[in-house]
Nanobody
Framework: QVQLVESGGGLVQPGGSLRLSCAAS????????IGWFRQAPGKEREGVSC????????YYADSVKGRFTISRDNAKNTVYLQMNSLKPEDTAVYYC????????????????WGQGTQVTVSS
């Protein structure tokens, strides 16, 4: 059974950091492009970052460039999203997703999705 499970969300003060994890089961993550998406209340889901399976190239939304870093640990079958200098506008449910294509994108349409983890940035 293919499954993605996110963890690492929580409440953090502005300027703080969190590291989200996306653990896969039922398939090998290193053959898939992985994306991180987020959805704030009343807003559409948006792409945050992604990493390609072909060459490990990474992409970031302009709103998180320089603050977020995506990485993958193939041995642990896990992808991470390190989030630094967090802002209140980063508050959202964060989802990871996997796609069998070799190149990632920040567009929706991935094959598999996790259930999401809540990130709240507030003082």
């Amino acid at each position: 059974q293919v499954q993605l499970v996110e963890s690492g969300g929580g409440l953090v003060q502005p300027g703080g950091s969190l590291r989200l994890s996306c653990a896969a089961s039922g398939f090998t993550l290193d053959y898939y492009a992985i994306g991180w998406f987020r959805q704030a209340p009343g807003k559409e889901r948006e792409g945050v970052s992604c990493i390609s399976s072909r060459d490990g190239s990474t992409y970031y939304a302009d709103s998180v460039k320089g603050r977020f870093t995506i990485s993958r640990d193939n041995a642990k079958n896990t992808v991470y999203l390190q989030m630094n200098s967090l802002k209140p506008e980063d508050t959202a449910v964060y989802y990871c997703a996997a796609d069998s294509l070799p190149w990632c994108s920040l567009m929706l349409g991935y094959d598999y999705w996790g259930q999401g983890t809540q990130v709240t940035v507030s003082s």
